[in-house]
């Protein structure tokens, strides 16, 4: 790590700039074209070529993408990047998270944060992160939600694990039995029809799961093998269809076999969307299915897997890597709160705390008939729970326990019995699960 001293001192003045992605052809194409550059540097990718950042930022636009960047407004180091690129950058944009109950709340998600590394460690990420929340919470968005590189990091501006994934490695040989009996088919489809078929799908598996957030236009060309990590045609993909008995495709699965050099002879799941059950399971069985085939390895899968219940053996599934997933910050908690539909009847008072200043307060939150009101009441009033933001966006979406949270001096309990109530209360239907990375 460099120290401070050794980093160029020019640059204690930077002038923060917001526009909206483009396509090749449009006015600030240019901009946003240096903008995206920057964050190639700062995840250390290699340098992208031209139609790479082309097919990048035809998808952003899509997306409907807002760049901010931190431009150096005092002189620039001699021969060093020149003023126009970032030295910090911040992407957002806005797509609908699953609540619980198939209930949606528009969540500003944040991406492509980085920081130049000679101009680490000066506020830059601070002060976009807290600007930004502001902006959010000022056009009456009631969450913020990330993926985050290191865990350490947004704590302290209010985000909270909201769910988890984890890495799994199937023993597909003949160990590998379901007790499930098949209600649907499976064929192999050209991969580019999931450039159609797949938004189709992932939006009926949205609507169903707690936790999901909407996705980027980015993920149907990755499934399809249009538009790969490298920037290119991803021509080992491969892709199977689940039909329902009604003969509609409510699942798929995308997939490459890692070559012969890699043993156990692995296949690789590259997106796998399931909109029902017995879909998630069929397609499981296909891909335990394919010949010359040892293993299945996907790295995100979900903790609570129902995968591992129908299996015969469920030592077949080697998942030794569970991890945080899916950040949460609740940015106006009377709105989050009364956005949810709730399992449980009851009355509990939360004091929440919020160093950003955003949505402190003490609420008492009423559930009668799974409907919420709720209503901010007098700091002194007594408090059956004392928590951060971070963690009650932790518990909003019922994939974490406030009792563990109690636990960990994360929830302070006031009231005796009140994170189990809450645990009841914030329970979802089924189990959290993300299967949107942004
Ligand atoms: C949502 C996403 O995009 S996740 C990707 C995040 N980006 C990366 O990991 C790329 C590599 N890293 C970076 O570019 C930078 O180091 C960043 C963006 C993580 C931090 O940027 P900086 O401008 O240096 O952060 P800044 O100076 O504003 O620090 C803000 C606070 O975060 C802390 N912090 C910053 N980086 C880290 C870190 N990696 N781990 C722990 N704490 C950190 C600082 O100590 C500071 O704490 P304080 O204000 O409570 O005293």
């Known amino acids: 790590m460099v120290t401070l001293s050794l980093v160029a001192d020019l640059s204690g003045n930077y002038d923060i700039r917001r526009f909206p992605a483009v396509s090749k052809g449009k006015a600030g194409y240019a901009e946003a074209e240096t903008w995206a550059q920057a964050v190639g540097f700062g995840f250390h990718e290699s340098t992208r070529t031209p139609e790479h950042r082309e097919r990048s930022l035809a998808t952003y636009e899509v997306d409907g993408r807002i760049f901010t960047g931190a431009y150096q407004t005092g002189p620039v180091a001699p021969s060093s990047l020149p003023a126009e690129v970032p030295v910090a950058t911040f992407g957002t944009f806005r797509k609908t998270l699953n609540i619980g109950f198939g209930r949606m709340l528009e969540a500003q998600l944040v991406t492509a944060v980085t920081v130049r590394t000679s101009h680490r460690r000066r506020g830059l990420l601070r002060r976009m992160m807290t600007e930004d929340l ?51 088919t499976i064929d192999v489809a050209d991969p580019k029809v999931l450039l159609d078929v797949a938004p189709a799908v992932f939006n009926r598996v949205h609507r169903n799961t707690p936790g999901s957030i909407g996705r980027q236009d980015w993920y149907r060309q990755l499934a399809s093998g249009s538009l790969g990590r490298d920037g290119k045609e991803d021509p080992a993909i491969k892709v199977a269809l689940h039909y329902a008995a009604d003969g509609g495709v409510d699942g798929y699965v995308s997939y490459k076999f890692l070559g012969w050099e890699t043993e156990p002879y692995t296949v690789e799941v590259v997106d796998l969307v399931a909109a029902t059950d017995h879909a998630y399971l069929e397609l499981w069985e296909y891909l335990a299915a394919i010949d010359l085939v040892e293993r299945v390895s996907w790295n995100e899968a979900p903790v609570d897997d129902p995968l591992a219940w129908a299996l015969v053996d469920p030592r077949c599934i080697d998942a030794s890597d569970s991890r945080d997933m899916l950040w949460l910050r609740l940015l106006d908690v009377p709105a989050a709160l009364a956005a949810r539909h709730y399992q449980a009847d009851g009355k509990l008072v939360l004091a929440v705390g919020d160093n950003l200043g955003l949505t402190g307060g003490t609420f008492a939150l009423n559930i009668d008939g799974g409907q919420a009101g709720v209503e901010r009441v007098p700091d002194e009033t007594a408090a059956d729970l004392e928590l951060d933001v971070s963690a009650l966006s932790s518990i909003y979406l019922g994939g974490v326990c406030p009792v563990t949270l109690k636990a960990a001096g994360k929830i302070r309990e006031a009231a005796q019995g009140a994170a189990l109530k809450a645990k009841q209360m914030f329970a979802v239907e089924r189990a959290t699960h993300c299967l949107t990375h942004f």
Do not use: M, N, P
């Not at 990330?146 to 199937?170: M, N």
């Open 134 to 184: 502001q902006g959010a919470k000022d056009d009456g968005i009631a969450v913020a939600a990330l993926t985050a590189s290191e865990g350490s990091i947004y704590g302290r501006f209010g985000y909270g694990v909201a769910s988890l994934e984890r890495s799994v490695k199937v023993d597909t040989t003949a160990r590998f039995k379901l007790a499930h009996q098949a209600t649907g």
